[in-house]
């Protein structure tokens, strides 16, 4: 059965790309459509066992996973001024509060929507130490600072990479 453009036009098909007909799939992006699927592209397109799109979309989403660095400990030095991360593999990570503090991923540092950072280098105190810190998952680290801050989650690939920041801003 042949998909013609003008029906697919009207339908979903040509909004995920499953017609044939490509000019049907560039009128799709240059006008609305209704919600619902083509009948003539259900009818075509090949019976597909649910179970093997599940195999298919689970082994897809293990190969893009990257196992995150784990620390083998986390210390305190200089009264909470300086944190070090020794790493399993022996990599070591070496920050002061103040930088780690400035990097805060939490939504009253990070804009939620837009991702730019709201917590500004004047808005942090340059005595500000770390007083404790707790696993989350095993996935990443929750620092209890002395200004009483302590929603940040610091992944632990964001502290295996982490620089000490040097810009004013």
């Known amino acids: 059965m042949a998909v013609s453009g003008a029906s697919c ?3 979903n098909c040509a909004l995920w790309g499953l017609c044939r007909d490509p000019t049907a799939r560039r009128d799709r992006r ?3 459509t209704p919600a619902s699927p083509c009948p003539a592209t259900l009818i075509t397109s090949p019976a597909r066992d649910p179970r093997q799109r599940n195999k298919e979309r689970a082994t897809s989403m293990a190969s893009k996973h ?6 083998a400990s986390i210390e305190f030095l200089n009264e909470g001024k300086q944190i070090v991360i020794d790493w399993k593999d022996g990599g070591r990570t070496a920050i002061t509060a103040f930088d780690l503090r400035r990097l805060c991923p939490c939504a ?6 837009t ?4 917590l500004r280098r004047e808005d942090v105190d340059s005595t500000v130490t770390a007083t404790s810190c707790r696993a989350v998952g095993r996935y990443g680290q929750q620092i209890q600072w002395s200004d009483g801050h302590n929603t940040g989650i610091y992944t632990h690939r964001m502290l295996r990479v982490v620089e000490p920041i040097t810009e004013s801003g």
């Open 9 to 11: 036009f009207r339908w």
């Open 30 to 32: 240059l006008a609305g």
């Open 66 to 71: 990257i196992p995150s660095p784990a620390p």
């Open 108 to 113: 009253s540092c990070v804009h939620e929507m």
């Open 115 to 118: 991702g730019t950072r709201i």
